[in-house]
């Protein structure tokens, strides 16, 4: 489907949770795929409806051209597989989906992700932001040991990057089952679901303070949680934020002004992530 650029976070959250195991994104086309089921009718529809709403929201945007395959079967399976490529994030990782092979590993480490129905395969900017500021703090800590939290876990993908950073356990919450369900395949795939505590606890149930904390969530939810997340930071402890549209940026760091000092921050597209230390 060709469609503003603008659109494309949206449509992928449709699409993904209308059963497309993933989307992919070119230039201003974005693909989605589809198993054969007595649902892609009611696919159509809803897609046309959706579009619709989205035209509305955003009168400016150009109208979608929408053009629909059948692949056949032995090929779709090929067909959809290689869109997925490994590719690099930040310095330190390749993120894969589990039937593809990194072309040099170099010094980085490998995490398998099956891009699925949960949100983290890592091509996303808010993804990739928390995994590079992920991998400066560990840097900081020098291979002392550390603990981490990870609110809103998705695929467990920046779970996963903490411990091959060198944390000692993970706490990992998500409020979505589904996620909770891929995530624990991810962490079985990438050999660390002993080193990841895996939960539905809301984040006010948690007592522990940890030296890193990291949450890519949205804006709204961060400021929700804003007490919630800085009382789980340890003295001295380090907060990753992502998320954020940038033009709310400057209302998230606000919520941490009085205890945390912003370290770095990183915009991509129309996505800032923060590193945040409390002071
Ligand atoms: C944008 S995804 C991030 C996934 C992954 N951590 C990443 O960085 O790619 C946000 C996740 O947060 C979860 N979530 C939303 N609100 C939450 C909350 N209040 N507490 C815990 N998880 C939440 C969603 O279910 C979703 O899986």
């Not at 760091?253 to 000092?261: G, M, P, R, Y």
Request: aromatic letters at 8%; hydrophobic letters at 40%.
């Amino acid at each position: 489907m060709r469609a503003d650029p603008s659109t494309f976070d949206a449509l992928s959250n449709f699409l993904m949770e209308r059963g497309s195991p993933g989307v992919v994104i070119r230039k201003s086309e974005i693909q989605a795929y589809f198993a054969k089921s007595g649902e892609n009718g009611s696919i159509k529809k809803d897609l046309r409806c959706f579009l619709r709403g989205i035209s509305e929201i955003h009168p400016e945007t150009e109208t979608p051209r929408i053009r629909w395959r059948i692949l056949k079967d032995r090929n779709w399976n090929s067909s959809w597989h290689r869109f997925f490529r490994p590719q690099k994030v930040g310095k330190a990782f390749w993120v894969t989906p589990p039937w593809a092979t990194p072309r040099t590993l170099g010094q980085r480490q490998v995490i398998i992700i099956e891009p699925g129905m949960a949100f983290g395969t890592g091509t996303h900017a808010t993804t990739r932001g928390c995994m590079e500021f992920s991998e400066q703090v560990a840097a900081l800590f020098g291979g002392t040991e550390f603990n981490a939290l990870d609110v809103g876990t998705g695929s467990g993908i920046l779970a996963i990057a903490l411990v091959k950073l060198g944390a000692r356990k993970v706490w990992a919450v998500d409020v979505d089952p589904v996620a909770l369900k891929v995530a624990r395949e991810n962490l079985r795939c990438n050999h660390v679901q002993e080193k990841i505590h895996l939960s539905e606890a809301k984040l006010s149930r948690i007592k522990k303070s940890f030296p890193v904390v990291v949450a890519n969530l949205t804006a709204e939810t961060i400021i929700e949680l804003a007490r919630s997340l800085e009382s789980r930071v340890a003295a001295k402890g380090f907060l990753i934020l992502s998320g954020i549209l940038n033009p709310k940026a400057k209302q998230v760091i606000n919520q941490f002004a009085a205890d945390f000092k912003v370290m770095r921050r990183k915009r991509e597209k129309e996505w800032v992530t923060l590193l945040l230390r409390r002071r």
